[in-house]
């Protein structure tokens, strides 16, 4: 079985795209793409579309778009943007596409969501997650205020959660009208007292796609499982050679 092995990878020098075999013995390396911009994540959609969401200093926050495997892109961040609100966008952190690939979400710097109904060519911002309550304590963690997890139930389209470094987790039902905090049972070792309801540093946020009831989350400080949709959350960091960490795949 030729089964092929593909990575996607974002750095300052743009996306590169790795190709092996089962065996990952050998690898191809195709890139850079987006070349001159910082990207920080690269998705391959259902339909085989490849995107890449990044930001550069002097330009601001982008969406690539790549229907040929990467020969040639397309960029776009019309409509990302705040308004009148500052701070002004400084770039894209996560780019997660819907099942069938027509919707796609995008979690920026500073920390909030865009949704685009046109694979990426206009942007809409989902206003009700800056709008919850808890806004104006949002604080920002070592690499800023970052939504960098965007997690969908796959079986219905007005469901998801997000994850922002380092305010927590929120869940919507409503397709984002209105975002409940989802953070109890998870450890904040850097404040004093009982862990807060938001305020927790998740570093990524998955969730099971035969199940989204259960997501696994890495956190500052621990590993956690939620079996009830974010409702509680169950430390598994058991025998993991550290608490702290950043990387997790499903």
């Not at 892109?73 to 069938?100: C, F, H, L, R």
Request: proline share 7%; charged share 20%; aromatic share 10%.
């Amino acid at each position: 079985m030729n089964e092929k092995i593909e990575l996607l990878i974002g750095t300052k020098k743009g996306a590169f795209i790795l190709d092996s075999d089962a065996a990952r013995q050998q690898w191809q390396v195709r890139g850079p793409f987006c070349e001159s911009w910082p990207i920080h994540h690269v998705v391959r959609a259902s339909d085989g579309t490849l995107y890449a969401g990044g930001g550069n200093a002097w330009y601001g926050p982008s969406v690539f778009r790549s229907e040929d495997d990467g020969a040639t892109w397309t960029q776009s961040s019309a409509g990302m943007t705040y308004g009148d609100e500052d701070p002004k966008i400084t770039t894209v952190w996560n780019v997660t596409p819907s099942a069938d690939g027509r919707t796609l979400y995008a979690g920026v710097e500073p920390a909030g969501l865009f949704r685009s109904d046109d694979r990426g060519e206009t942007w809409t911002h989902v206003a009700g997650l800056r709008e919850h309550p808890s806004r104006p304590d949002w604080q920002p963690g070592a690499g800023g205020l970052i939504l960098h997890s965007i997690a969908l139930d796959r079986g219905d389209p007005d469901h998801l959660w997000v994850g922002i470094s380092s305010v927590g987790t929120f869940e919507t039902t409503d397709g984002g009208r209105t975002w409940q905090t989802r953070n109890h049972g998870v450890r904040a070792d850097f404040y004093p007292g009982p862990p807060p309801d938001f305020g927790q540093c998740v570093h990524k946020l998955l969730v099971d796609p035969t199940d989204p009831k259960r997501l696994i989350q890495q956190n500052h400080c621990g590993v956690y499982r939620s079996d009830d949709s974010g409702a509680s959350w169950t430390e598994i960091t058991n025998n993991l050679p550290s608490d702290f960490g950043f990387p997790m795949g499903g």
